[in-house]
């Protein structure tokens, strides 16, 4: 298995609090992705990293900022947490020494907002 | 820009039945076909993959065979068994340097005894 960790699991906060998830790899792969998996949508994206400190916006980033300052952490935050941000969020790393997109998620953070 | 449709669910089965899901795309380009599972309570696990057309991915008796023609990505298995049980995600890749994965809404499989 990848070694990628995530914390925490579950975290239930209220809304307009701040929180920060964490994704840790121990595989030095140069790519990180934050998805969220809700019901009827399936996976989408939120952010992506290709790089320490290069980030990009994924489908659904509105409310959403990352941070990456070392290749092993990816860090998730929401600002003001909303309802509508409940939701199960997986991170999953990649390297592209094959031609083609191959990647490896972690197990989740369930994450309940009140 | 990239989409993925898959048939919804769930699926109920009988162990030993035959198993089709359904897996359709959009794309430019030749994109990279992907089917991923999810066990109950775990994060997503490649099953299989195919990076060019009319190549076949296998895996655990799972098959997908790319077809560009009819922009599919069926995936198959002979005997399915209870374990089996999961929700699977069919995905595709372009071939950018560092592209992202568009995923489909996922197909819950039920497999009872």
């Known amino acids: 298995d990848a070694g990628i960790t995530q914390s925490p699991r579950h975290k239930v906060t209220e809304t307009g609090t701040p929180v920060t998830l964490r994704c840790h790899q121990t595989?030095?792969?140069?790519?990180m992705y934050w998805y969220r998996q809700d019901p009827g949508h399936g996976l989408r994206l939120i952010h992506y990293?290709?790089?320490?400190?290069?980030?990009d916006k994924g489908e659904v980033s509105d409310g959403y900022s990352v941070s990456r300052s070392k290749t092993e952490d990816f860090l998730l935050t929401l600002e003001s947490a909303t309802s509508s941000q409940t939701s199960v969020y997986f991170c999953?790393?990649?390297?592209?020494?094959?031609?083609?997109?191959?990647?490896?998620f972690g197990p989740g953070t369930r994450l309940t907002v009140l | 820009g990239n989409s993925v449709t898959q048939m919804e669910g769930p699926v109920t089965l009988s162990e030993e039945a035959f198993l089709t899901i359904n897996c359709t795309y959009t794309?430019?380009?030749?994109?990279?076909l992907f089917w991923y599972v999810q066990y109950p309570g775990e994060g997503l696990q490649l099953l299989l993959k195919?990076?060019?057309?009319?190549d076949k991915g296998s895996n655990k008796g799972f098959e997908a065979t790319y077809r560009k023609e009819t922009t599919s990505f069926h995936l198959e298995k002979g005997s399915v068994q209870v374990s089996d049980s999961a929700v699977y995600f069919c995905?595709?890749?372009?071939?950018?340097?560092?592209?992202?994965?568009?995923f489909g809404k996922g197909t819950m499989l039920l497999v009872s005894p």
């Open positions: 794309a430019t380009g030749y994109p990279s």
């Open positions: 595989e030095n792969h140069r790519y």
């Open positions: 195919a990076t060019k057309a009319d």
């Open positions: 995905a595709l890749s372009d071939q950018r340097g560092y592209s992202t994965l568009t």
């Open positions: 999953a790393i990649s390297e592209m020494s094959n031609s083609y997109n191959e990647q490896f």
């Open positions: 990293s290709y790089g320490v400190k290069d980030t």
